[in-house]
């Protein structure tokens, strides 16, 4: 069973960039398929964005498409969300989770990081 860890989080003005990093433990890494997800204050929690075990298929919720990216590094078995052009709606409490193989539910839910976009 992996176990992640996110990091990155803060406080940013709209139009700025922060990189989220979500950092894995135990298991194999490269047999789980990486998603973020997002909640923000009063809101279901969201998804954001999907990376497949190689890196190379990636999935975007429509809000953050061409703003956000996803991607792995396998070796060093960490996950990042780099995100540009913040807007104030992308505030939330950041959480990666990890698909086995790609199918089912998200699991292993990391305690999340919180990302604040001020106007």
């Known amino acids: 069973q992996v176990q992640l860890v996110e990091s990155g989080g803060g406080l940013v003005q709209a139009g700025g960039s922060l990189r989220l990093s979500c950092a894995a433990s135990?298991?194999?890494?490269?047999?789980?398929?990486i998603g973020w997800f997002r909640q923000a204050p009063g809101k279901e929690r969201e998804f954001v964005a999907r990376?497949?075990?190689?890196?190379?298929?990636?999935n975007y919720a429509d809000s953050v498409k061409g703003r956000f990216t996803i991607s792995r590094d396998n070796a060093k078995k960490t996950v990042a969300l780099q995100m540009n052009s913040l807007k104030p709606e992308d505030t939330g409490v950041y959480y990666c989770?990890?698909?086995?193989?790609?199918?089912?539910?998200?699991?292993?839910w990391g305690h999340g990081t919180q990302v604040t976009v001020s106007s």
């Open positions: 989770a990890a698909q086995p193989m790609g199918v089912g539910q998200f699991g292993s």
């Open positions: 135990g298991g194999t890494f490269s047999h789980y398929f």
């Open positions: 990376v497949d075990w190689s890196g190379g298929i990636t």
